[in-house]
T-cell receptor
Framework: DTEVTQTPKHLVMGMTNKKSLKCEQH?????MYWYKQKAKKPPELMFV???????INESVPSRFSPECPNSSLLNLHLHALQPEDSALYLC????????????FGPGTRLTVL | GNSVTQMEGPVTLSEEAFLTINCTYT??????LFWYVQYPGEGLQLLLK?????DKGSNKGFEATYRKETTSFHLEKGSVQVSDSAVYFC????????????FGDGTTLTVKP
């Protein structure tokens, strides 16, 4: 199984809502990532978890809150977002953080009204 | 720091034409090099990779050779199909950067029948 799954596929939320994005992998990977991707741009790294601990936070605003409940799951909690946060949010995983292949999920298309 | 420079797009070709997308990099360590492809509405998929100098990655008729002397990893395909229409990202990662991958800006390829 080389699949990373993400739910939901689409999400529309108001600026006062609280929502969560979910990501799951069953490849035994110990590193998981959240990226934000705007149209026609490369993915921008937001967070890296290594062995279920947050190892990189790329100065992301606190309205984005990551969580790694176990080695297979990664969540991104959203609160008080702004319209400019509308984007495709991609989850990825890799065996470790030593420079190997990242496996991406299909993404959640987020629209903030 | 690490960086990846990709040939600017968009690129439009006729079916069965030859494809080259240029990619050059700078890196402080000994990176692995990747080409990812993103089809409309989807996440990124690994297309091919090479982990050391002179390695050739290949998949689905696409090839790229890791050239350390020219710091390049150009993507080629001898005969493109309409189904190859997508955005192509060149990327690198190494073990000095805690799991971060560095992506090029992406090249949009459109293949016309």
């Amino acid at each position: 199984d080389t699949e990373v799954t993400q739910t939901p596929k689409h999400l529309v939320m108001g600026m006062t809502n609280k929502k969560s994005l979910k990501c799951e992998q069953h490849m035994g990977h110990r590193a998981m990532y959240w990226y934000k991707q705007k149209a026609k741009k490369p993915p921008e790294l937001m967070f890296v978890y290594s062995y279920e601990k947050l190892s990189i936070n790329e100065s992301v605003p606190s309205r984005f809150s990551p969580e790694c409940p176990n080695s297979s799951l990664l969540n991104l909690h959203l609160h008080a977002l702004q319209p400019e946060d509308s984007a495709l949010y991609l989850c990825a995983s890799s065996r470790g953080t030593g420079g190997g292949t990242q496996y991406f999920g299909p993404g959640t298309r987020l629209t903030v009204l | 720091g690490n960086s990846v420079t990709q040939m600017e797009g968009p690129v439009t070709l006729s079916e069965e034409a030859f494809l080259t997308i240029n990619c050059t990099y700078t890196a402080t360590g000994y990176p692995s090099l990747f080409w990812y492809v993103q089809y409309p509405g989807e996440g990124l998929q690994l297309l091919l990779k090479a982990t050391k100098a002179d390695d050739k990655g290949s998949n689905k008729g696409f090839e790229a050779t890791y050239r350390k002397e020219t710091t390049s990893f150009h993507l080629e395909k001898g005969s493109v199909q309409v189904s190859d229409s997508a955005v192509y990202f060149c990327a690198l990662s190494d073990d000095t950067n805690a799991g971060k991958s560095t992506f090029g800006d992406g090249t949009t390829l459109t293949v016309k029948p």
